[in-house]
């Protein structure tokens, strides 16, 4: 099909999951990122990769609103949610998030807490949540682990929690925010293997990470982020072996 053609006909397969429209943040007079565009597909992985400090959890965090672009549109599966009509709870319980330091209620076992945004959000009966919360759980490998608080859970099973929080909402895609940078080694392929599963069963996922080996089996896409702006993107392969800015460089050449 032509190119003209495409576009006159258009598809639901072609709508974005994500599209963000030249989004900028400012926090109090700094200017933290300066027009940032990108596209998820349905069923698409695509990883941001950048020093400390370049934006990428600030743009993560735009994605569902947590945090507010200063300029900018963020649509959701071809529906803006960057207008101020917009239910946010129902956006995050949508786009859920899984950040580095899990967020866990610590007066809630693993169940409750996976149970919580089902009640509260999502409005489900106490019993059909629960009984969702366990689904979700098992789906993390933590069906043995119901009933535990989050300080008789390891950082991999606690971090898995976070996830079956996020899943337990039926969300259209998820955001990790290095997911695995405050675990111990030896936790850290217990997550990134829930997150491969996750990616193969179709969930589209925007992930910060520097796990180079994860990335190249798992994600479509990378993004490279400098100073509130990409400098570089393309199919993950291409961008970690032929890097073609000198800063992509200097960055994959500093984590090995
Ligand atoms: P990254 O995740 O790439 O390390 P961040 O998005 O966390 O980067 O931060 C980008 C910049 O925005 C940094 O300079 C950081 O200090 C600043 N920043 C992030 N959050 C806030 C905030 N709530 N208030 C003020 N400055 C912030
Ligand atoms: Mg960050």
Redesign the pocket.
């Known amino acids: 099909m032509s190119a003209a053609l495409e576009e006159a006909t258009p598809n639901a397969a072609q709508v974005p999951m994500i599209e963000a429209r030249g989004i900028h943040k400012y926090?109090?007079g700094?200017h933290?990122l300066r027009g940032i565009d990108a596209r998820v597909a349905h069923g698409e992985v695509v990883a941001l990769m950048?020093?400390?400090?370049?934006?990428?959890?600030?743009?993560l965090r735009c994605l569902n609103r947590i945090e507010e672009p200063s300029e900018g549109d963020v649509l959701i599966d071809g529906t803006i949610i960057t207008d101020l009509r917009t239910d946010v709870n129902s956006v995050r319980a949508d786009i859920g998030m899984v950040f580095q330091d899990y967020n866990l209620f610590p007066h809630m076992t693993a169940l409750e807490n996976v149970a919580l945004g089902l009640i509260h959000v999502r409005k489900r009966p106490r019993s059909v949540a629960q009984d969702l919360a366990a689904s979700a759980l098992k789906q993390v490998g933590l069906a043995d682990h119901l009933t535990k608080y989050p300080n008789q859970l390891s950082g991999g099973q606690q971090q898995r929690v976070a996830i079956a929080r996020s899943l337990a909402m039926r969300p259209k895609a998820i955001l990790f925010?290095e997911p695995t940078s405050a675990l111990d080694p030896e936790m850290v392929h217990e997550v990134l293997d829930v997150m491969r599963t996750l990616a193969s069963e179709g969930m589209t996922m925007v992930v910060?990470s520097h796990e180079i080996g994860f990335l190249r089996k798992v994600a479509d896409q990378l993004i490279m982020?400098d100073d509130?702006m990409v400098i570089e993107r393309g199919p993950t392969e291409r961008v970690l072996d032929a890097p073609e800015h000198a800063r992509t460089r200097e960055f994959l050449g500093a984590l090995k």
Do not use: M
């Open positions: 926090f109090s700094t933290v950048g020093r400390s400090g370049s934006g990428k959890s600030t743009f925010d910060v982020f509130g």
